[in-house]
């Protein structure tokens, strides 16, 4: 049995050591270039990211909102693949050591590649997880053997509709973190309820001491900082996502682009931790 | 084959929705909640007997239910074997079998307090269906259907808008049967506590393939009564188009256990199978997971779901239900194709020979049982299900027929 990398607990302790919260941008994988995805991981660290999260391109990404759906039509318009995707975190590796690299999408793709090749061919690109949109806990158990295996976590989703009974299920099987889906719909809708995060993220940290990001919803500095006044973590994807599509759609250099990105991201960085340190909660 | 015995029957799908290692529950955490109460509520509603009546109710009297099974007399002489028997689900109210589980779901949607509804549609039967009990329930209705759709089946989307409802077009991926299939996901996931989803199909996450099939069973129920009433034996062969295939479970499902009854279903051959240009996953395709469940697919090698093609925006779906998955790995049911050209030529033939105009999805049955019936001997039956009418698919038929109406 491979080792766990362990380098999303070691990230998510060293900031808790220093009070900080974790920045964690999404981005799908070649979009909106082929090329861009490695060096734009790079820059969002050099920017504040503390753990990366690269969609991988499907053609049917039930959970995403138009924004991130036309980032998997673009990339996979470019021939962005699993495979492609596990090639840039390979790539990412090389320079990088240290950020958390998971995989975001949809069970099919890994499906199709078989759940061993997966978590060999993951290991080997030096992945850390995987977080799969459509495989809850009923349906898990023969994908967990082998990431297990392949000293990979597997990321679960805690919904705004899931009973306590059920983040206790989702607990038990879930590594590395939880991820909290702050809204009922899908990524990139506008509808953030803090409240309402409070009292969820409360109900998780009641069954697990694994550190709770939170995503969907999150736009710039202010709602980040609402957010991750509750959460370990606060997850930035469809604002980025668009700000990357528009500046290319203008015409924008990849460097341009890579600017606009950075930018972005340290500012939610400067939201995140403009909060006042807390005590840690779990 | 794999006998299907009564208890196998009585035990699938599992508490997990599985049919062997199809079906489940494959969808965002958000809908899981959702997809529990349905669950319970149906187990619940499923043995209670005033939940069946007022069903059994809705199917006479809305329906007009049972629908009659026809012997087409010139047909079956003209193609020289088998009788041939229709089971004459375009006699239904809205034209299709489609409405048989829409007042199903209706009914559930009563029962849990929902004042909104969305569905999915291809063809438009099953949005014109949905539309129509909503409007029987003063519901809501959003219907979701590929920009594609909207333009190949007009008059179906304006048959939605007289009733009430919202068509609304998706112009995501490929604009078709899928894509709207993926919009009713992401509205439900955003408003799914006040509204259910009225799925068309025996496809989707857990209950629905298993709660579907229950209230499509009826065409199976009524045709095998039917069957022994009128020439007192069994069918020796029962053929049904398949997208999704709601229409074959429906038929095939009360004569499972039955095994001197052979079973066909018939998917959309497209240009051809082997051309790539086709819907027939059953036929063509390899296992994967879409849409909430494990199934059939048409895929490529790194997961990604292929576009289809097919004359029948009614068979364009690169999916099939998992109890077809599950019947296929069985050998229970030999699935075969129908090409566009074979489809078209039967849905003139059966106009013509008995004045019956068949819906294009339906039609697909037609030229399978037409290869089928001189096959057999004179004594033997065939049951097709005439699972809808086609005055949809006119502008279509008139299209490929190169005339302009």
């Not at chain 2, 196998?8 to 049919?19: H, M």
């Not at chain 2, 009713?184 to 025996?202: H, K, L, P, S």
Request: hydrophobic letters at 40%; a negative charge.
């Amino acid at each position: 049995m491979s080792e766990n990398s362990g380098r999303i607990a070691r990230r998510f302790a060293e900031l808790a050591e220093a009070g900080r919260k974790a920045v964690i941008p999404y981005l799908v994988a070649g979009d909106p270039m082929r090329d861009i995805s490695v060096p734009l991981m790079h820059r969002l660290v050099a920017a504040g990211a503390d753990i990366i999260e690269l969609g991988v391109p499907f053609s049917d990404p039930m959970a995403e909102g138009p924004t991130i759906q036309r980032g998997h039509e673009r990339a996979l318009d470019k021939g962005v693949r699993l495979r492609d995707a596990l090639a840039m975190v390979a790539e990412f590796r090389k320079d990088d050591q240290d950020t958390p690299v998971l995989l975001m999408g949809y069970a099919n793709p890994v499906v199709g590649m078989g759940f061993a090749k997966f978590a060999d061919q993951a290991r080997d690109a030096g992945l850390d997880a995987l977080l799969t949109v459509d495989m809850p806990p009923e349906e898990v158990e023969a994908l967990n053997v082998e990431l297990k295996r392949g000293g990979l976590d597997n990321i679960f989703l805690v919904a705004p509709t899931t009973p306590p009974e059920r983040v206790e299920k989702i607990t038990e099987v879930a590594t590395g973190f939880v991820y909290y889906v702050s809204l009922k719909g899908v990524t990139g809708a506008g509808h953030l309820d803090v409240d309402s995060v409070a009292e969820h993220v409360a109900t998780i940290r009641r069954f697990t001491d694994l550190p709770v990001a939170v995503g969907f919803g999150i736009k710039d500095a202010e709602s980040a900082a609402l957010v991750a006044r509750e959460a370990d973590g606060v997850v930035v994807g469809s604002a980025l996502v668009q700000l990357m599509a528009d500046r290319a759609a203008d015409g924008a250099s990849e460097a341009e682009i890579l600017e606009a990105a950075a930018s972005l991201l340290a500012d939610i960085r400067g939201g995140v931790d403009s909060i006042e340190p807390l005590q840690a909660a779990g | 084959m794999n006998q299907i015995t009564t208890d196998l029957l009585a035990t699938t799908p599992d508490e997990a929705g599985r049919f062997g290692d199809y079906g489940g529950r494959y969808v965002s955490e958000t809908l899981i909640a959702a997809l529990d109460e349905l669950d319970s509520l149906y187990n619940r509603l499923s043995q209670d007997p005033d939940f069946q009546r007022e069903f059994d109710e809705d199917l006479a009297h809305y329906v007009g239910r049972p629908s009659p099974l026809y012997e087409a007399k010139r047909w079956s002489e003209k193609l020289g074997g088998a009788r041939i028997f229709f089971k004459r689900e375009d006699l239904n109210h809205t034209g299709a079998h489609k409405v048989n589980n829409t007042v199903g779901q209706a009914l559930l949607a009563k029962h849990m307090g929902k004042k909104r509804v969305i569905a999915e549609t291809g063809a438009g039967q099953h949005g014109v269906a949905s539309a129509t009990i909503a409007a029987r329930l003063g519901m809501e209705c959003h219907v979701f259907m590929g920009e594609e759709d909207v333009y190949r089946q007009s008059l179906n989307v304006y048959r939605m808008k007289l009733l009430g409802a919202e068509v609304v077009p998706v112009t995501s991926g490929t604009r078709t049967l899928k894509d709207a299939m993926n919009e009713a996901m992401r509205d439900w996931v955003t408003n799914v506590d006040n509204t259910f989803y009225i799925i068309g199909t025996v496809a989707g996450p857990a209950p629905y393939p298993r709660l579907v099939r229950d209230f499509q069973s009826v065409i199976g129920r009524e045709a095998r009564a039917q069957s022994l009433a009128m020439t007192g034996q069994l069918p020796d062969a029962l053929v049904a188009c398949v997208g999704g295939g709601s229409n074959a479970i429906g038929l095939f499902y009360p004569f499972l256990s039955d095994d001197s009854v052979a079973m066909y279903g018939v998917e959309a051959g497209g240009d051809g199978l082997d051309t790539g240009r086709h819907a027939a996953p059953l036929s063509a395709g390899t296992p994967g997971v879409l849409h909430g469940n494990k199934t059939y697919l048409m895929q490529d090698e790194d997961g990604q779901i292929l576009h289809t093609h097919s004359v029948s925006a009614g068979l364009d779906y690169p999916g099939v239900g998992p109890e077809h998955s599950w019947l296929k790995d069985m050998g229970r049911v030999q699935y075969v194709a129908a090409d566009d050209e074979e489809t078209l030529a039967a849905f003139h033939e059966v106009t013509r020979t008995e004045g019956i105009m068949p819906a294009l999805e339906t039609a697909h049955a037609l030229a399978y049982t037409a290869r089928l019936a001189p096959t057999m001997d004179r004594d033997q039956i065939i049951v097709v299900n005439l699972s809808g009418r086609g005055d949809k698919d006119i502008n279509t038929v008139a299209r490929l027929d190169g005339i302009e109406l």
